[in-house]
């Protein structure tokens, strides 16, 4: 498949860091301009008693947009895969299928008791009312929080996690990396509105970002997580809408010409990881911080002396 975008190949860590500041200084300026644009409208309301137009047109213009998620991979040859799809990738899931199968799992481990602070009372209990949602509104999935949580359980899951921090992005995707490969490693940025509309659906192949409210796993939180939901299909019976993958997505939106929002990739040489990986533990961004677990904290102390030590 190829690519739905050119990836810009950075040369340094250094450089990364320069992209992601101007990223967030253009969408800054945006708001700024957005926000003066409107107290300009409410100036004109108030004394003329109507709307000035070209205040109007600079408020539209300048909107800022949506939030930008970040997403980091260990190698840029990957491409923007569900665990799903990694797990089944001969198996096209309705639906009506992840819903069913979250339904089925999620009650099992209430039942079991091994879920703390349940409160399922949302969840459709029986198949026909899974069906019902899937063919009226299959946007409202009445499954995000277990399927938030089995995600960060390492369950496979419709659902591709990203982050609002791209610093944590990017530690996701050196943290792993060896630094004698010559292949790259990837932080990709989706922004899911560049402008004041929010279009997510297309041709009957339609994604959305959820997040980041809602009950789910700590680490969501610990990890600034936010997910995107691709499904192809129109909402007729209970199987007619079916997982997308997410790439082919925004390869037809491209194609066709259409603004569904803006999608870059970043690709930063392996050999950067020791850079990176220092500035990010200044950050608190460490396998601690991010996962909380005895495992995690060894692990990340036993790093840390060995670079205090490699630093003398």
């Not at 665990?83 to 899931?93: D, G, K, M, S």
């Not at 969501?220 to 997505?249: D, M, P, W």
């Amino acid at each position: 498949m190829k690519q739905p975008f050119e990836p810009s190949a950075l040369s340094s860590w250094k450089d990364f860091l320069t992209v992601v500041s101007s990223l967030f200084e253009e969408r800054d300026d945006r708001l700024k301009r957005h926000e003066e644009a409107f107290q300009e409208v409410e100036h004109s309301k108030a004394q003329i008693g109507e709307t000035n137009d070209i205040a109007v047109r600079k408020f539209i213009e300048n909107a800022p947009g949506t939030h930008f998620l970040f997403r980091g991979h260990r190698s840029g040859k990957w491409t923007l895969d569900t665990t799903l799809e990694r797990a089944y990738p001969n198996i096209e899931f309705s639906l009506y299928d992840v819903f069913d199968l979250s339904q089925r799992t999620w009650n099992q481990m209430v039942l079991g008791d091994l879920l703390d602070d349940v409160n399922d009372a949302e969840f459709p209990k029986q198949s026909a009312d899974i069906a019902q949602w899937c063919a009226t509104k299959p946007w409202v999935t009445p499954y995000l929080k277990a399927l938030t949580t089995f995600r960060h359980m390492g369950v496979p899951s419709p659902l591709l996690d990203w982050t609002h921090s791209p610093f944590v992005a990017a530690y996701f995707a050196f943290c792993d990396a060896d630094e004698k490969d010559s292949d790259p490693v990837a932080v990709y940025c989706f922004q899911e509105a560049t402008g004041p509309i929010r279009r997510y659906n297309y041709q009957g192949t339609g994604l959305k970002a959820l997040g980041p409210f809602g009950h789910s796993h700590e680490r969501h939180i610990r990890q600034q997580g936010a997910y995107t939901f691709c499904i192809k299909g129109e909402a007729i019976s209970k199987n007619s809408v079916s997982i997308c993958n997410h790439e082919l997505y925004f390869e037809n939106v491209r194609e066709d010409g259409q603004d569904f929002g803006r999608l870059s990739k970043f690709t930063i040489p392996a050999s950067e990881k020791g850079s990176a990986m220092r500035d990010l533990e200044r950050m608190n961004i460490t396998e601690a911080s991010l996962f909380e677990t005895q495992d995690a904290l060894a692990r990340t102390l036993f790093r840390r002396t060995i670079r205090w030590f490699d630093d003398q």
